[in-house]
């Protein structure tokens, strides 16, 4: 059987594509940014924090890297009402990107500060500065240099993952191959373009994080 | 109104993640192999060999396994090609997998010192026989740790394959969920499922890292 492809029939759909797109970076944007700082935050208290609440972080950061994104999706979108929270399928998609990179990067960072010399954390404490004072301003941004790159990877793979919120009708890129198959029953193309779309959208994220670093971390000096 | 008890929803559950872990080790092992072949092309001599499975590697980790899932189930069958959810998942999860234990593994071969490539070479060796007689033994006793540790992302990669309709635990879950309407039970005990699946395997590949300890020996 012969297949003649035909991507032209697509452009009628471009606004469908386009707000897809808009939507998977905005998911992205926010839940990267919200999932780092909850990443930063367990990583403090794994490596530095109260006592009592490690047992905590550590359960919560090994639930979320051993279960599926899809599966944590679900549970907070259909599972939650039960529990009395509803949430809309946004809100629900963000929380659940924020909670499942927050497990990903306190792992990550927490490697970057425990790659800390301890003279640094002396050094701080010799300037009078408390502990949380130390984290902030000594430990915390060499720390975010060193695993730079590997954060940047797990931020990719988190954009890639976002396609599954179609599936809660999140109106993703996804969700607009999914819709526009259905109405013009081209898969091919339109899956095609849809991954050609993640392709792009994943080196761009990479040249966006690399361009961030370089902002964040001025001083480029060798590491060790 | 038919009643579920929670043990029918454990116990079914329990029965689609066989299915769960008959894919996780088909898609694992097909991966390892297809992985080495993979591996080989990359660091092989041959420059065009190399950048095809460069290219290989960008793509299946720079786009969503759904995506691919997608393209395998819904675009093959418009060649004429028919495709089953088993034969679409098992496909696409084994050419995901191998782009990345492809990519570990290449890691573990260029972590093996460039005298160890000059003094088989300086032994006549041919470009295979210093792979299967001196690199891989090598780089085999690095690999294991991250190796054990992608298993994880096998396993839980298997979750998309419900999407296209496969049977397995989210699948089996979501349908359970439409029966009971106890989403939070069931997609809990799920979740309780997979990490009772992937928590032994995150859990021996830190242990393994720990005992192996590859990485501060040479030092």
């Known amino acids: 059987m012969k297949y003649s492809f035909d991507f032209g029939g697509l452009l009628d759909y471009a606004p469908t594509i386009l707000k897809g797109i808009f939507i998977t970076v905005e998911l992205i944007v926010i839940g990267g940014i919200l999932g780092v700082l909850l990443g930063i935050a367990c990583a403090w208290v794994r490596t530095q924090g109260p006592p009592w609440l490690r047992p905590p972080v550590a359960g919560y950061v090994e639930l979320i890297r051993n279960t599926p994104f899809l599966i944590q999706l679900f549970f907070i979108f259909f599972g939650l009402p039960a529990a009395g929270l509803s949430l809309g399928e946004m809100p629900a998609a963000i929380l659940t990107i924020v909670i499942n990179l927050g497990a990903y990067s306190c792992e990550i960072i927490r490697a970057g500060i425990q790659a800390t010399p301890k003279g640094q954390f002396e050094a701080g404490a010799s300037l009078a500065m408390s502990p949380f004072q130390t984290f902030r301003h000594v430990v915390l941004v060499p720390a975010l240099q060193k695993i730079w790159p590997a954060l940047s990877s797990q931020m990719v793979i988190v954009m890639l993952g976002t396609s599954v919120c179609s599936q809660i009708s999140v109106e993703e890129i996804t969700f607009a191959a999914n819709f526009i198959q259905s109405r013009t029953f081209r898969a091919f193309e339109v899956y095609i373009l849809a991954t050609l779309i993640y392709l792009a959208l994943s080196v761009l994220l990479r040249q966006v994080l690399r361009g961030v670093g370089c902002l964040i971390f001025p001083r480029r000096r060798a590491v060790r | 109104m038919i009643t579920f008890s929670t043990w029918d929803i454990v116990s079914n559950l329990l029965l689609a993640a066989r299915w769960t872990v008959l894919l996780s080790l088909v898609a694992f092992a097909g991966g390892g192999i297809v992985g080495l072949m993979l591996l080989y092309a990359r660091i092989s001599r041959a420059a065009a060999l190399r950048r095809a499975a460069s290219v290989y590697i960008e793509l299946f980790q720079g786009t969503p396994l759904l995506m691919q899932l997608f393209l395998a189930f819904f675009g093959l069958p418009l060649l004429g090609v028919e495709v089953s959810p088993w034969l679409a998942a098992g496909v696409t999860l084994t050419l995901w997998t191998a782009a990345f234990l492809a990519e570990i593994w290449r890691g ?93 395997l995150s859990k021996s590949s830190q242990i393994l890292e720990r005992k192996l300890n590859v990485a501060h020996r040479n030092h």
Do not use: D
């Open chain 2, 108 to 200: 573990c071969v260029e972590a093996i010192p460039k005298g160890q490539w000059e003094a088989s070479s300086s032994l006549a060796m041919s470009f295979f026989e210093q792979l299967r007689h001196v690199i891989l033994p090598q780089a085999m006793r690095i690999a294991v740790p991250p190796t054990v540790g992608f298993s994880v992302q096998v396993v839980k990669g298997t979750a998309l394959t419900s999407i296209i309709g496969f049977v397995e635990l989210t699948k089996a879950a979501t349908i359970i969920t439409n029966a009971t309407f106890e989403p939070f039970t069931v997609y809990g005990f799920a979740a309780l499922i997979y990490f009772i699946l992937c928590w032994p």
